[in-house]
């Protein structure tokens, strides 16, 4: 199944014809992926699996009309980004949503259930930092970070969402059907300049650590970076293969 119910967000969200059969326009969708041999399904899992994608789909659309209703300019789906660390470290990746507003922007991440998301401490310690990384690194095109946020498609309520006091909360508590864990603006700035620090550390890190290098096929061995992108980081004096 891969990333499909991300594809299919961002196809239907642009769609101005959704109407209101979009159930079966996402079921349709769906079953010519199955004839195509794009989601390996067997027989007996077939309709449960297309139901569970499709009300997937549903909820992630819901959380943007609603983001939208509410004052969103733009949505960006599958935005990719390259950042230069100081240690001439390439970070690369792409984040499912960028969610645009006139003061600033923020992000979204799209897990298939909650067990996925991790917990608000753990995003804090950086025990699990990939939103905190592609936030920073979106920050040079899109301007002042407003939010960021885990979104379960499986249940919108036990989203996790982390947000300046720039925007309003209301907002997001009404989008995600959950309260925001909101921090004034001088906690936010400080959260993403130790995120910051804490990068280029652990950058610093990989680079001298004789146990951290490169295999022949390029792909990564003993990457601390595991847990963001496990193929997307490069150094750019190594023939940009991956680190």
Request: aromatic share 10%; charged share 25%; hydrophobic share 40%.
């Amino acid at each position: 199944r891969g990333n499909l119910e991300h594809t299919l967000i961002g196809r239907f969200f642009n769609n101005v014809n959704r109407g209101q059969e979009l159930g079966v326009k996402i079921r349709e969708c769906l079953e010519r992926e199955v004839l195509q041999g794009k989601i390996g399904i067997d027989a007996f899992s077939r309709e449960e699996v297309i139901i569970d994608i499709g009300l997937g789909v549903i909820n992630g659309l819901s959380v943007l009309d609603q983001l939208k209703a509410q004052g969103a300019t733009e949505f960006l789906f599958e935005q990719t980004f390259t950042k230069l660390l100081p240690t001439i470290m390439r970070v690369k990746g792409t984040a499912d949503c960028v969610v645009k507003f006139p003061q600033g922007f923020g992000v979204i991440d799209f897990k298939r259930s909650s067990s996925s998301v991790p917990t608000k401490n753990a995003l804090l310690e950086f025990e699990s930092f990939q939103i905190l990384s592609y936030l920073g690194s979106l920050a040079k095109d899109f301007g002042p970070m407003l939010f960021c946020a885990y979104l379960p498609l499986a249940n919108i309520h036990e989203s996790l969402v982390l947000c300046s006091d720039q925007i309003n909360h209301h907002i997001l508590a009404n989008a995600f059907k959950q309260q925001p864990h909101i921090f004034v603006e001088s906690e936010w700035q400080n959260l993403m300049k130790r995120y910051a620090e804490f990068e280029l550390a652990l950058s610093e890190k990989i680079k001298g650590d004789s146990a951290f290098n490169l295999t022949r096929n390029g792909k990564c061995k003993f990457c601390e970076w595991k847990k963001f992108c496990p193929e997307d980081i490069t150094t750019t004096n190594s023939g940009d293969e991956d680190a």
